[in-house]
């Protein structure tokens, strides 16, 4: 919601600057005056959600689940904009996970079933939140259950949440393999904001397939590099542990 406001900020900026190009709009002092005006409580807006919004998830990659939930609980209680609302509801089950709280995590999915009505591509983000937090509580057979629901949903072969999980799920499985191959080619994941936990998270889990595969030196390697990534961080502590 805010990278569509911010670029209908600029749009409006360029069609404005237009104008005045092609005089289809005096270019007076008190129009100037009135649109830099707008520019400037826009810009204070958006620094100052921005510096808010990164605050909060710096908590993920600190490590510091309890402090996360309730910094994005008051963020989902105090915003009015639904829009936002359900993106804060989605990042509240992203990073319950990706700081261990598995069983927080889940409830918060089921919080986000129930409230958000129509979560069209979000969808796609929480099962795959399900996922990832009955893989770290060792529920196998219902991280199975959810993936093959998952499956039946269009992107899923697109989305890098899911492809990771569905190669962590298969290297607990057994299916060293081919979770190793599926996850070499996911350590670059990107998401605004949750890119170092993600990062770090991945290059855990290809860690340790790598081990579970016989490539001993090459996983403890790697998961050198997942700690180093996030080293504060839930995956990146694990990855420092001995294994």
């Not at 520019?39 to 309890?66: Q, S």
């Not at 269009?154 to 190793?180: C, I, K, M, P, W």
Request: glycine letters at 6%; one cysteine or more.
């Amino acid at each position: 919601m805010a990278a569509f406001l911010f670029g209908l900020l600029v749009l409006s900026s360029l069609l404005i600057s237009a104008a005045l190009y092609f005089d289809i709009v005096a270019a007076s002092p008190i129009f100037l005056l009135l649109v830099g005006g707008v520019h400037i409580v826009f810009a204070i807006f958006f620094y100052k959600n921005h510096r808010h919004y990164h605050a909060v998830h710096r908590l993920v990659t600190h490590g510091r689940g309890e402090l996360f939930l309730l910094a994005i609980s008051n963020l989902i209680l105090s915003t009015r904009i639904r829009v936002l609302r359900e993106h804060y509801r989605l990042r509240k089950c992203q990073g319950l996970a990706l700081t261990g709280q598995s069983l927080e995590a889940l409830t918060a999915v089921e919080e986000y079933r129930r409230e958000v009505k129509k979560p069209g591509s979000y969808a796609l983000d929480v099962i795959a939140v399900e996922i990832e937090a009955n893989l770290q509580l060792d529920q196998l057979t219902w991280a199975k259950e959810a993936l093959e629901r998952a499956q039946e949903l269009d992107g899923f072969d697109e989305h890098e949440g899911l492809r990771a999980v569905q190669a962590y799920f298969q290297a607990e499985s057994g299916n060293t393999d081919e979770a190793t191959e599926a996850l070499r080619t996911l350590l670059r994941v990107k998401d605004w904001s949750l890119t170092r936990c993600l990062r770090s998270r991945n290059l855990f889990w290809y860690g340790k397939a790598q081990i579970k595969a016989g490539q001993e030196n090459d996983g403890k390697n790697t998961l050198k590099r997942a700690h180093k990534k996030a080293p504060e961080s839930y995956y990146g502590q694990l990855a420092s542990r001995p294994f």
